[in-house]
């Protein structure tokens, strides 16, 4: 009825009109503009009934900007196979109030009273807190520096097919550090410069003057790795800087697949219970859902870089075997790991940063709660788990000063009842 309105309705006005005019003061014309009125406002509002208007939706800027969304979804993409598509991460804030010497770093403890569940872990990563830095910046950058000049290759590498997507992790970095942390790093026409060490990075001269991951080792405090997708479907490790992992080395793993590397380490429970649900991520993560992952060790010595403990950096075989047994508390430290995963999205490469906290125990064991927990964490690891962490070689003495020190802070009032109150994981 409504495709014809208008000129129905132009019709009718010329027939009424010369009406109107003759006689402007008639009870029929006043009745003939009514009814059309009427009729005209009728018609309108049915016709938009029918087409209703598009709600407007507001830009939300904390969503990432994204592109070829049909692309990032990876809906039937053969393996192996990535194309590029345009991303781009909301800018992040400055860290307020950020201070090389003063930021402390943060409080991770992420560990449960038992049972202990072997899970991947991951968390949705709020874009802002992708790099984290604070107060020992400048003994990792320190420690990175030395590692690079006495071992060099050993622990930074780039595959040549790899050389595309480790740039592309500079140019995140040139991008997102001088926006985080501005009183560090200033963005520069060629990459960025850092304001306390004086280094300058180029990140678009070629050759580069280094390795490009051996240079984002020296923008960050964290170890770095990127994985890439071949055509079996795994994700191998192809470029990476591998500085300060304290139980692992990067030429043990260099050009692995993502099994191959759990399998060799005997990460317990990774065939049974990691595996597969490991894989399906990989495949499905995208440059829009970056995560976060944590966990923690027991080290039994002061050694960031490398545990000498469980021997030589460079012997063959290494591991808990060769550490001493109950050595005094003092030599016990917390080593906690936070991890980020993302996908590059013109490389496709899944990156890694593992940022490392170091302390020692009889430091985390004075805050609320934490002797409590751990020594219920520790001794709820099965078998499997107490052997890749060496808990036999430190057992007895760690766990008698935790449960010491747990009694000190009930006898001083400590409610466990509010725990869940004062914390969340996984601090």
């Keep these: 009825m409504e495709d014809d309105l208008y000129p129905r309705l132009q019709a009718m006005l010329e027939d009424i009109l010369p009406f109107a005019i003759e006689h402007p003061h008639s009870p029929l014309h006043t009745l003939i503009i009514l009814s059309l009125s009427i009729w005209l406002m009728i018609s309108i509002y049915k016709r938009y009934l029918s087409h209703p208007t598009p709600r407007t939706r507001t830009l939300d800027i904390e969503k990432p900007t994204v592109r070829n969304c049909t692309e990032l979804k990876g809906a039937g993409r053969p393996l192996g196979l990535w194309k590029p598509v345009i991303f781009h991460p909301p800018p992040p804030e400055p860290y307020r109030n950020w201070d090389i010497h003063n930021t402390l770093p943060l409080p991770y403890r992420p560990f449960r009273h038992g049972p202990y569940h072997i899970t991947m872990g991951l968390r949705t990563m709020k874009w802002d807190e992708w790099i984290e830095l604070d107060n020992h910046y400048l003994k990792f950058h320190a420690d990175k520096a030395r590692r690079i000049h006495e071992r060099g290759s050993k622990c930074c590498k780039t595959a040549p097919e790899a050389f595309d997507g480790a740039v592309e992790l500079l140019e995140e970095f040139c991008d997102y550090l001088p926006r985080r942390y501005p009183s560090l790093y200033r963005k520069t026409v060629d990459g960025m410069d850092n304001l306390v060490t004086y280094e300058s990075f180029n990140i ?224």
């Design 204 to 427: 678009f001269e070629r050759p580069l003057v280094e390795d490009p991951m051996q240079m984002a080792a020296r923008m960050v405090q964290d170890d770095l790795a990127i994985m890439f997708e071949k055509s079996d479907g795994q994700y191998y490790l192809l470029a990476g800087s591998i500085l300060l992992a304290g139980f692992w080395r990067l030429e043990d793993k260099w050009r692995m697949p993502l099994s191959e590397i759990h399998t060799t380490g005997a990460v317990p429970g990774f065939k049974q219970k990691l595996e597969k649900g490991m894989m399906n991520f990989f495949r499905r993560i995208q440059p829009n859902g970056p995560v976060l992952r944590n966990n923690y060790f027991i080290q039994v010595d002061d050694n960031l870089a490398w545990s000498d403990s469980i021997g030589p950096e460079d012997d063959a075989d290494v591991g808990w075997n060769t550490a001493f047994k109950n050595k005094a508390i003092e030599n016990h430290w917390f080593r906690s790991e936070r991890q980020s995963l993302r996908r590059l999205p013109r490389s496709g490469g899944v990156v890694f940063t593992i940022r490392t906290y170091f302390h020692p125990i009889i430091e985390i064991a004075q805050q609320p709660y934490v002797p409590g927990r751990l020594a219920s964490a520790i001794r709820s690891w099965g078998d499997d788990v107490a052997r890749y962490k060496g808990r036999e070689r430190y057992q007895d003495v760690l766990l008698e000063y935790l449960d010491a020190r747990h009694q000190e802070q009930l006898d001083a009032g400590l409610d466990v009842s509010k725990e869940d109150d004062d914390r969340s994981y996984p601090y």
